[in-house]
């Protein structure tokens, strides 16, 4: 049964904003759809508050509505909040205890408003869909209001030698001492992509090139900050830069001096000085940051789930998952063997179940999850409730209540206890991996849209070049076919013009992209992935935008 109405132009959107009470709009784009993870979760609102009659839904088509523009480009699911013609809220992601909570909140409120307990409060529509990134929601008095408080982030680099010295915790209390928070710190070899689209403003200053080496010498640190304000960039932090000799001024401003004076580069906290840059250098050097509703970021966590569950329970413990507004970023699914376990536990090692978990482990397939929400870590541990059964029972709401089996003694699910832990624990599983890829000819005039495509989707590009294949390169590259019907086709195919070669960085890398990428046959992948790369850009299944490497 259809039950949101669907808007595909100005003038439908217009007719819905006549209409009285609350509208739950799902903002989607022509070529993938409506959500249909939430679909469920909308239809039971709708008959939770059926009797009050003030509850409508709308799916709305972004790419012919002019305010909607904002959210085109975007896979990223959003849902806005109507009332009585005024956009109040919005929620970006499936976060269905964030929907519940503001739709169950604004009826609410149409009942004390059709009580006369209290009057419909103004709000600015216009400005909550044009600062969609960059504002919180305020709760009061169960009303939604925008811009009480802004948060601005930046990416700050501190560099090899600071590093090297030991001043990287000096250096950070001195940027929270000055009332900035450090969302994220990682160390990192950069690549020279990173260090010449990060100081590309300073590209043509004398002997750049030597300190794009020096930066790539040794491991730098990567820091998101954030301040909150009311308005602005995160400015220049004179306070917090150090000279090379004692007694030497400070700089003015944060910027990069003549190169010929390494060594007064070398002790600043690098940072960008407007929205723009910093927006783009989050994205690049922190593809995986998202700021969320209350201006927290998404954190990760790891999840397992034993093989026991996972073969009798897997559709419940997914969907339970996602109903609690986890999203999926990573997945894998693995038989352990027992060295694998032994070093996973390895602080269990010594405990009497021990044997019990070993066995459990390794008796067949298990799924790990790297699930992403607000606050993920601590949130995923009060599900799962205590490891120990007995006690987890105590709690029959807790997961590993909920999802025990009568005839085995442990918990079936696994969550990391701290951040730090789970940054381990997603390592363990889904290491950083390099993986090769290629863009062939007939997709090479896309190449700027499916490269932003691949740094969208988490990956760093650490090698790139374009070039023309000979028919020797194409024949050695594609030898495991040789010999098959199609072989010589293929060859005069991939030599017909250039293509882009990349060695591409992740997490999980390999299996990433054949995410990203789709099905060989565009066809299957339109219907099954249409999100992907080949369903997007590839014409056949010869011509079929790019390669992907199976390990």
Not at 109 to 119: D, L, V
């Amino acid at each position: 049964i259809l039950f949101q109405t669907v808007i595909t132009d100005q003038e439908q959107w217009d007719e819905m904003l006549q209409i009285k009470g609350i509208v739950v709009i799902d903002v989607y784009q022509a070529w993938c759809g409506p959500c249909k993870a939430i679909q469920n979760l909308l239809r039971k609102l709708r008959i939770d508050f059926s009797e009050d009659n003030v509850l409508h839904f709308a799916a709305a088509e972004a790419d012919n509505i002019e305010i909607l523009k904002p959210f085109r480009r975007s896979c990223e699911p959003v849902f806005l909040f109507s009332v009585h013609g005024k956009i109040i809220a919005m929620v970006k992601g499936v976060n269905a205890p964030l929907i519940t909570k503001i739709v169950t909140d604004l009826v609410q409120e149409e009942r004390e408003i059709a009580a006369g307990e209290k009057e419909r409060a103004q709000v600015l529509t216009n400005q909550i869909l044009m600062h969609k990134r960059i504002f919180l929601f305020h709760l009061h008095s169960h009303h939604f209001f925008p811009f009480s408080e802004v948060i601005t982030y930046s990416v700050g680099i501190i560099k090899p030698d600071d590093v090297l010295a030991g001043r990287v915790e000096e250096i950070k209390r001195k940027i929270r001492d000055a009332g900035f928070g450090i969302e994220a710190d990682e160390e990192r070899m950069l690549t020279e992509e990173q260090i010449r689209v990060f100081y590309s403003q300073n590209k043509d200053e004398p002997d750049f090139n030597a300190f794009v080496q020096f930066m790539m010498s040794r491991p730098c640190h990567v820091l998101i900050i954030s301040k909150k304000e009311a308005t602005g960039a995160i400015p220049h932090w004179i306070e917090l830069h150090r000279t090379s000799e004692p007694g030497e001024p400070e700089p003015e401003q944060v910027k990069l001096p003549p190169l010929k004076e390494t060594e007064s580069l070398v002790n600043l906290c690098d940072v960008q000085d407007s929205i723009e840059d910093a927006s783009r250098q989050l994205a690049f050097f922190f593809p995986n940051f998202h700021i969320e509703e209350g201006g927290h970021h998404a954190e990760r966590t790891l999840a397992i789930i034993r093989p026991t569950l996972l073969k009798e329970r897997r559709n419940s413990i997914i969907q339970k998952i996602q109903d609690d507004g986890f999203q999926i970023a990573m997945q894998k699914e693995i038989v352990l063997s027992e060295d694998q376990v032994r070093t996973f536990y390895k602080e269990h090692v010594d405990q009497d179940y021990f044997p019990v978990l070993l066995e459990q482990m390794t008796s067949g397939p298990t799924l790990v999850l790297a699930l992403t929400r607000e606050n993920a870590v601590a949130h995923w541990r009060s599900l799962l409730g205590p490891k120990i059964l007995e006690d987890a029972r105590e709690d029959p709401d807790s997961w590993r209540a909920l999802f025990a089996f009568e005839h085995i003694p442990i918990n079936q699910l696994h969550g990391s206890s701290t951040p730090s832990d789970a940054q381990k624990e997603l390592q363990f599983f889904f290491p950083e991996e390099h993986t090769f890829a290629l863009i062939k000819p007939d997709a090479a005039t896309h190449k700027d849209e499916i490269m932003k495509k691949v740094k969208e989707a988490g990956f760093s590009i650490t090698k790139v070049k374009e070039q023309s294949l000979t028919r020797e390169m194409a024949a050695h590259f594609y030898k495991d076919h040789e010999g098959k019907p199609f072989f010589d086709d293929l060859v005069n195919f991939m030599t017909q013009g250039p293509s882009v070669i990349m060695v591409l960085s992740k997490e999980n890398a390999v299996e990433e992209w054949k995410k990203l990428i789709g099905p060989p046959d565009p066809e299957e992948a339109k219907k099954t992935c249409p999100k992907s790369i080949r369903a997007q850009f590839a014409h056949d299944i010869l011509a079929n935008a790019v390669h992907g490497s199976s390990n």
